[in-house]
């Protein structure tokens, strides 16, 4: 299995930029597909931002796309998430999740299609 820790989460303002970070260690990372996921109070999880193992193929929510960029370092076995032009409704705790790919893909948006998480870094955004 693999464990993953975020990092880079914080208070800013609106039109701010925050980039998150999540390292994982205990196996391969490129055998992973990774996401970002958010969770807002009283809200369900939300899909925010998605890439393939190799890096090569990324897939966003409506919300995000434009505003935010997925990457991955797989020397570095990180994703990272930039986030710009924040918000008050990107507040948040922000999850990064992975995927061991046997098949399909190369990205997946469901919480439901990831088996490993991190415990999440919280995003706040004041007006």
């Known amino acids: 299995q693999v464990q993953l820790v975020e990092s880079g989460g914080g208070q800013v303002q609106t039109g701010d930029s925050l980039r998150l970070s999540c390292t994982a260690s205990?196996?391969?990372?490129?055998?992973?597909?990774m996401g970002w996921f958010r969770q807002a109070p009283a809200k369900e999880r939300e899909f925010v931002a998605s890439?393939?193992?190799?890096?090569?193929?990324?897939d966003y929510a409506t919300s995000t796309k434009g505003r935010f960029t997925i990457s991955r370092d797989n020397g570095k076995d990180t994703v990272y998430l930039q986030m710009n032009s924040l918000i008050p409704e990107d507040t948040a705790v922000y999850y990064c999740?992975?995927?061991?790919?046997?098949?399909?893909?190369?990205?997946?948006?469901?919480?439901?299609?990831?088996?490993?998480w991190g415990q999440g870094t919280q995003v706040a955004v004041s007006s």
């Open positions: 890439i393939s193992w190799t890096g090569d193929t990324t």
């Open positions: 205990g196996r391969t990372f490129s055998d992973y597909a």
């Open positions: 999740a992975a995927r061991l790919v046997l098949w399909g893909g190369p990205t997946w948006s469901r919480p439901s299609e990831y088996k490993y």
